[in-house]
């Protein structure tokens, strides 16, 4: 649902979806260190121990020129927060979903893209969705197929791998969700068009080490 605010300018709503724990916080503050545009200040509403309360919130504006800004928010992971999840998926514009690659983690990435796919029902399809396989610095992290056959995808999805805290896969990651996002809401025909060629090219959207080629040509 793109808006259109009070000063002309198009906001785009990106939601970091995933169980705690999984790193949405720190992509966040990542991106923000990287990411060298006119960005916000990260707001987050956290608990004491550092895990979301409520959400964090950064804005990011692509370009000098552009007349549309990001609104990227992160759900807090943990299960009790459940109706924070629901109010801030709410309008989202596209979903990046970060999976955690640690042993420990498997069944509640499971649990948390289950819960997403119920909340989504309607428009699952309609809406982009970025796989973020991350925490792939672990020593004992699991294989990405591993990872993402636990969460029984239906459909050819974009994935990538990443390392939250050293940025390693958080630019591609992140210029792709724009990519797709701008496409999706501002010319959803030239976005079906645009999916049905990434499927064409690669079959199904796996991550680098799975594929010969490189996942999506950037
Ligand atoms: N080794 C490693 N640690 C990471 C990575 N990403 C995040 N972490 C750490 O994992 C812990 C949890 O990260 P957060 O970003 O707070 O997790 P979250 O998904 O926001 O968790 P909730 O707020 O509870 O939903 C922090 O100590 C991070 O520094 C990563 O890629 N590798
Ligand atoms: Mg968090």
Do not use: C
Request: no cysteine.
């Amino acid at each position: 649902m793109v808006v259109i605010a009070a000063d002309g300018k198009y906001r785009l709503k990106i939601v970091l979806y995933g169980p705690s724990l999984s790193g949405k916080t720190e992509m966040l503050k990542t991106l923000r260190k990287m990411f060298i545009g006119v960005r916000s200040k990260l707001y987050s509403i956290q608990e004491t121990n550092g895990r979301t309360l409520f959400f964090d919130y950064l804005v990011i504006r692509p370009g000098n020129n552009v007349n549309f800004v990001f609104d990227l928010y992160t759900v807090p992971g943990q299960r009790r927060h459940a109706r924070q999840r629901r109010v801030i998926l709410n309008g989202a514009d596209s979903i990046i979903f970060v999976a955690d690659s640690a042993p420990i983690a498997i069944y509640e990435n499971a649990k948390s893209f289950d819960e997403l796919r119920f909340y989504l029902s309607g428009i699952l399809d309609k809406v982009p969705l970025i796989i973020a396989v991350n925490k792939r610095d672990l020593p004992d992290a699991l294989p990405i197929r591993l990872v993402l056959n636990s969460l029984k995808l239906t459909k050819p999805t974009p994935v990538f791998s990443t390392v939250a805290t050293t940025g390693k896969g958080i630019k591609e990651l992140f210029r792709e969700a724009f990519r797709l996002t701008m496409l999706a809401s501002f010319f959803p025909t030239l976005y079906k068009k645009e999916l049905a060629r990434i499927i064409e090219m690669h079959k199904y959207l796996l991550p680098e080490e799975l594929t010969r080629e490189p996942l999506i040509k950037l």
